[in-house]
């Protein structure tokens, strides 16, 4: 029987689609290092598993619609940290980060309307999109530029009669760029002129390192009705499998018109909701530390792919990915080949082809999305095997490889 | 700023868009006695709650898309119950059976198709399909007719060639009818020849009253390849906040499909998860006693209900709803002025307006649906509220009323 064309024109998630060869490796006793995945193996605040140990309710029942008041009444009092003023009937909270982007998709779009977006992006958007019937315009971010905003007149561009939209990751998943103040007041200038809203997807907003600030989107009150933050504590509080993010918007009707949708599907997930309020009380030094040990990561994971010879990083200033251009055809096949093909005493490298964080045909055909979420010791296997790996693929594959 | 058509065309939910007047009522004092939403009062299993208090994880991680395997394995297990043989491969966990009935209209249809559903239905079934651009072509069943399947030639006279799929829900929410064997099997025949999937929506499948055996779509292997079962965890274990749900086909495109939109939101809730596994090891005494209970509750409200001058009830064989036709005029005017204008001792009733649970225009006005999930004394309260409410309300407003 046929399934709609629709599914079948949609992509599997390039960052999931190859764990039926991951899952191979393992029953064959492989030891397989996930770049692939931001799954940080850094714990959830004790204060979230303590409120989820005395969850004590007689019944896990409906919450409201928009997120229960004491977990958005929270969120305000954080964002003041972030010097942004918040009040709870400005927030919807929804099932994770993923549920959030549907919505505004849905809620700003009609099908054919178009978003412009900065290439590489998350690559999860694209599905969101499609299941919305939103077309994606990328403008073209460079690794050889460090990934910043391209200029404001590549945006203006392409704005049509059919752009609702700009939409921004901040910092950025997969470049790990973080959009400067100077750059985001850029673009909401263009979003005013056009009357077109800024999207902000700010769920790494705590990681930016080398004492970068960050600057949310939600710090801008003269442009307050054209702007939506994306936001989750899936990253923040190491809580990836809660299922719990939020909208964010002084538009009263983007979130009553998103509120239709939040009424049908009933309720974000109870119990991860009091987790997550409980997760906003964690001290800061939680935080610290976390920010401190992706560092650290970073540090040791980009300093040494940096010097597998033909790799071409781009350092990241904040979330926990970068793009790595490797020196061969496809980093697809690569990354079968490190799969199925090759293992280093034992143990492998999965990471994400990034081909598909691209809209534009074959940008990004040799560059992957790579994930500094685990512990220094991984961390440094990764590098070897990734050292090994691409010396066996050249030597079979690449024409070129000086081995 | 404009909000996309599509949003603005969409219908907020009638179970829940009168909410803002029941919060008032509430703030005034009044009991606000909640007969428009399936949210029971009884006790989740202490299965349940104990795994969600002794979840020993250090980090709450991202599971896998298709949900968690022990949980699939359990469900194995328990579909037995039903005499359905299913494999753990072919069940997918969702995020509440919402999300399950949102895959399935965008794996099944284009924009554009149509699913033929015989109604009233549960109405945020309308929005999910709206969702999907996909038609709902209804097929009325009578208050008159127990809301019993109408005939076979009614669905075959609407279908085209743009019909996917015909939308059951048994027992059925809101007429509370328990759909036969033959009548399945009827269906199963005509979706056969025409090449067409059979949905249905089987998350009060242990409501059945009366000694009435069920029957699940699942126990017909010989049309397997077009059989699409959505579940949840919700109703049948009292854990309606938790969102975990299922589709279950053996046709495996159908879960491959589906596949891509399960990882692009990464996966469904993780605590909740474990909470459901547990679910399953509860007693047949745990269900068995909720089961009593609601029938107990059942008796009680459609008497009492059918003993109010002028009210039509159909009794239900199972879920725990049913339809009321009230001798007034507009059934949503009716609740508002339930929940604004009238209290009795202090306590008023609050239920969904049925004419949402139809497409077809004008049908259900006076109809409403009631839920009898509360406790006995809340709804012996409730039929001496609407009795009276009832009263005043004809007084006030219905010409023909004899008081």
Known sequence: MQMSMRISSFQASPIRRLVPYSRDAEKRGIHVIHLNIGQPDIKTPAEALEAVHSYNEPYIAYGVSEGEL?????????????????????????????????????????PYDEVIIPEPFYTNVSTFAATAMVNLVPVTSQIDDAFILP????????????????????????????????????????????????????????????????????TFPEYSERIICIDSFSKRFSMCGARVGAIVSRNKDVLSSAMKLAQA???????????AAAALRAPESYIEAVKAEYERRRNLLVSGIQEIPGCKVSRPKGAFYFVVDFPIDDAEKFAIFMLRDFSWEGSTVMFA???????????????????YVLNEDELRLAVRCLAEGLKAYRKKYCLDARV
Chains 1, 2 share one sequence.
């Open 265 to 275: 599907r009933l309720c974000p997930p109870a119990i991860e909701q009091v987790a």
């Open 353 to 371: 082809p990034a081909e598909d964080f691209y809209v534009t045909k074959h940008l990004g055909r040799t560059q992957a999305r790579i994930a």
């Open 70 to 110: 004491e977990l958005r009444q929270g969120l305000c009092e954080y964002y003041k940290k972030y010097n942004a003023e918040v009040s709870p009937d400005e927030i919807m909270i929804t099932t994770g980060g993923s549920e959030a982007l549907q919505f505004v998709f849905m809620t700003l779009c009609d």
């Open 151 to 218: 200029s404001i007149s590549d945006f203006e561009a392409r704005i049509t009669k059919k752009t609702m939209a700009i939409l921004l990751c901040s910092p950025n998943n997969p470049t790990g760029h973080v959009y400067s103040r100077d750059e985001l007041k850029a673009l909401l200038e263009l979003c005013r002129r056009y009357d077109i809203f800024l999207i902000v997807d700010e769920v790494y907003r705590e990681f930016c390192y080398d004492g970068e600030a960050f600057t949310s989107v939600l």
